[in-house]
């Protein structure tokens, strides 16, 4: 789903529709609504006017995916640009926050694009799948495998033209990534991290031992977050006590 304070799209099915998408206004009332026979919505984004929409549309062929990236003018249902991928699942689209720029996101590559859907840059992944990421702050942020067991990883962070700005290696398996402010958080195993970042790969690091593996890392704009597994939950903060690693 994708909401704003606009309105809100949602990904849905009917009998006789495989998937579908339905958008409403800020009133509540639906203004769009695209249905598909043959092929899967995987994700959804809509501006701030919710005057356009974008879905992700997938269907099999010969084992492989066939996608289509949509935008609609949700007024009067046109299509207004496309983008067509090859053998890619899209899991994420995001807007900039002044709309210019749209980040699409596959299970192996990420695609920096104008708001026209036209390709300015991309990323490939180091390995066959997405691991973690979070989209916030008009950046976006993955962590990737730099070993075969998958126990040690390297995070790194793009904003929306597809420049790297930051990026660190972890002695850890990363299980989640939160962002909130200018604070990434990054939770494995018995261990947080934190870094207040800034331009150019600048950045303060606090590390945090969590006693616990948890699978979870929530935070909010006071530097505040939260850890979270199936048996525990734990709160703290930055400015609490903290190791600085640099």
């Given at each position: ?73 949700t ?13 890619e ?33 991309s ?49 850890i398996k ?39 593996n ?33």
């Amino acid at each position: 789903a994708a909401i704003n304070q606009n309105g809100f799209a949602v990904i849905t099915s009917e009998k006789s529709y495989r998937s579908g998408v339905i958008v409403f206004n800020d009133n509540y009332k639906e203004i769009f609504r695209w249905m598909s026979s043959d092929m899967f919505l995987t994700a959804v984004e809509l501006d701030k006017t919710a005057s356009k929409v974008i879905c992700s549309a997938v269907k099999a062929n010969d084992g492989a995916y066939e996608t289509v990236i949509y935008m609609y003018d949700t007024t009067n249902g046109t299509v207004l640009h496309q983008l067509q991928l090859a053998d890619e699942l899209p899991v994420a689209i995001k807007y900039s926050s002044l709309g210019d720029k749209i980040i699409v996101v596959t299970d192996s590559m990420i695609y920096f694009c104008s708001d026209q859907l036209n390709i300015n840059s991309s990323y490939k992944f180091n390995q066959s799948k997405i691991n973690n990421y979070v989209i916030e702050n008009d950046s976006i942020v993955i962590s990737e495998n730099t070993s075969v067991s998958g126990n040690s990883m390297q995070v790194f962070a793009f904003d929306f033209n597809g420049k790297q700005f930051f990026t660190d290696k972890l002695p850890i398996k990363i299980n989640d990534l939160s962002m909130s402010s200018d604070i990434l958080y990054a939770v494995g195993d018995e261990q947080l991290y934190a870094y207040k970042l800034g331009k150019d790969n600048n950045f303060n690091k606090y590390i945090f031992s969590t006693n616990s593996n948890f699978k979870t890392v929530l935070s909010d704009s006071e530097n505040r977050f939260i850890l979270a597994n199936s048996k525990r939950v734990s709160r703290g903060s930055i400015d609490s006590n903290s190791n600085n690693g640099k």
